[in-house]
T-cell receptor, first 113, second 111 residues
Framework: EAEVAQSPRYKITEKSQAVAFWCDPI?????LYWYRQILGQGPELLVQ????????DSQLPKDRFSAERLKGVDSTLKIQPAELGDSAMYLC???????????FGPGTRLTVL | DQQVKQNSPSLSVQEGRISILNCDYT??????FLWYKKYPAEGPTFLIS?????DKNEDGRFTVFLNKSAKHLSLHIVPSQPGDSAVYFC??????????FGAGTILRVKS
């Protein structure tokens, strides 16, 4: 069964360092999302891609966060510099064209010390 | 401003009985609703969804009911099993775009 892949699964870093997360969506899914989930809350959208284009990045803290999907397939989310408040689960999801259901990867648990 | 609310942080149910998880929303433009199940240290897993043109959708032990006038939906699990113990998230979308999630309800099914 096709799945969304994410790496690393866990990342511990010190504040002010740079971190990067990688996501490979289900093959053929044109839409890719990055969400952040803080403990005790539901996931919140950071950025949405349609193919290689950003569709919605209104909630992305652009002073420190960046995201790209250069060839419209896999994607990278970067944080530089990391802050203590960035500790959370970072989830990637993809959606096939003409469907509403999004399929999530296992997430990357980030801890900033 | 929370557009999707799950007012019960947790629910405990006996194995074999019905579990009912509730969700309220405020944005009348939402046209698609989904339920996800999440285990610790894993990503959310899609369970069941419903379009705003329907009021019920059923898949095996899982049924979702939508009451548009009350802006309320619920997930029924019958019969509940210990493996159903997880966090359940309600989510809504408008036009197939981003999902807006509730804060989740922890379901514990006791054997």
């Amino acid at each position: 069964e096709a799945e969304v892949a994410q790496s690393p699964r866990y990342k511990i870093t010190e504040k002010s360092q740079a971190v990067a997360f990688w996501c490979d969506p289900i093959s053929g899914h044109a839409t890719l999302y990055w969400y952040r989930q803080i403990l005790g809350q539901g996931p919140e959208l950071l950025v949405q891609f349609q193919d290689e284009s950003v569709v919605d990045d209104s909630q992305l803290p652009k002073d420190r966060f960046s995201a790209e999907r250069l060839k419209g397939v896999d994607s990278t989310l970067k944080i530089q510099p990391a802050e203590l408040g960035d500790s959370a689960m970072y989830l990637c999801a993809s959606r096939p064209r003409y469907y509403n259901e999004q399929f999530f990867g296992p997430g990357t648990r980030l801890t900033v010390l | 401003d929370q557009q999707v609310k799950q007012n019960s942080p947790s629910l405990s149910v006996q194995e074999g009985r019905i579990s009912i998880l509730n969700c309220d929303y405020t944005n009348s433009m939402f046209d698609y609703f989904l339920w996800y199940k999440k285990y610790p240290a894993e990503g959310p897993t899609f369970l069941i969804s419903i379009s705003s043109i329907k009021d019920k959708n059923e898949d095996g032990r899982f049924t979702v009911f939508l009451n548009k006038s009350a802006k309320h939906l619920s997930l029924h699990i019958v019969p509940s099993q210990p493996g159903d113990s997880a966090v359940y998230f309600c989510a809504a979308s408008e036009g197939g775009n981003k999902l807006v999630f509730g804060a989740g309800t922890i379901l514990r099914v006791k054997s």
